[in-house]
């Protein structure tokens, strides 16, 4: 199937999914493809891994630019992304893409070979996303993850099993937390405002998944989603 099939079908759509880090775009992601069979979710990161484990000639180009320590160009990433999509689209599947764009760079030359159709836009607030992760603890040995919010340990401090302490990522500290957001409201948040004026962006806003999502799924289905 060439690009231009991939931008004209007529009942198929890319959807992109956006929003902060911690903000819930996994959790309203395995929500929309539970309700939505027509959807297909495209993880850029999962593809780019297939493709170099076996040994694509996508993937051998990719692999040399990461053997480099550089990063793989957009031009490889949308061609990953368009070969991918094909035998879903031929099957007449949407695609969900994650993972990409990521900058209005990126954005605009995806623009050049696929219409993004539909975004949906999560604003969840700063404070909210910090509070969540910061409430995350984890035992080091085994990995296993408490949140005083809903899944508190028995004691506090202590591993359920083996009583040893428990140990907060330096990722998951406010501070971290908030320095990870503010990067992305510089770099990723103005992809908002540039499928915004496109007219294929809705926002939604909230502090729990739970309740922002009859919402979404209302709208998917309003843009002929099902």
């Known amino acids: 199937m060439a690009v231009d ?10 959807l992109l999914i956006l929003g902060k ?8 992601s395995k929500k929309i493809l539970k309700d939505f069979s027509s959807i297909e979710h495209i993880s850029t990161g999962d593809i780019l891994r297939s493709h170099v484990r076996n040994e694509t000639e996508l993937g051998k180009e990719a692999k040399s630019f990461m053997d480099r320590g550089d990063l793989v160009p957009d031009a490889v990433m949308i061609n990953l992304v368009i070969e991918d999509s094909m035998t ?3 099957d007449g599947k949407s695609i969900l893409l994650d993972g990409f764009p990521r900058t209005i760079e990126q954005a605009v030359a995806l623009d ?3 219409d993004v159709e539909v975004v949906v836009d999560l604003n969840i607030p ?3 996303i910090v509070e969540r992760i910061a409430d995350r603890w984890i035992h080091p040995g085994s990995g296993r993850v408490y949140s005083y919010s809903y899944n508190p340990p028995l004691h506090h401090g202590k591993d359920d099993e083996s009583g040893e302490d428990l140990v907060q990522r330096d990722d998951d500290k406010p501070e971290t937390v908030r320095k990870r957001l503010d990067a992305y409201d510089k770099v990723t948040s103005p992809l908002v405002q540039y499928y915004e004026k496109k007219g294929v962006l809705k926002t939604f806003s909230g502090t729990m998944s739970d309740k922002i999502y009859p919402d979404v799924n209302r709208w998917l289905k309003e843009v002929g989603l099902n």
């Open 126 to 128: 700063t404070e909210t």
């Open 21 to 28: 880090p911690g903000g819930g775009k996994g959790t309203i």
């Open 88 to 90: 879903a689209m031929k």
């Open 5 to 14: 099939d991939l931008s004209s079908a007529s009942d198929e759509k890319f």
């Open 112 to 114: 050049e070979n696929i």
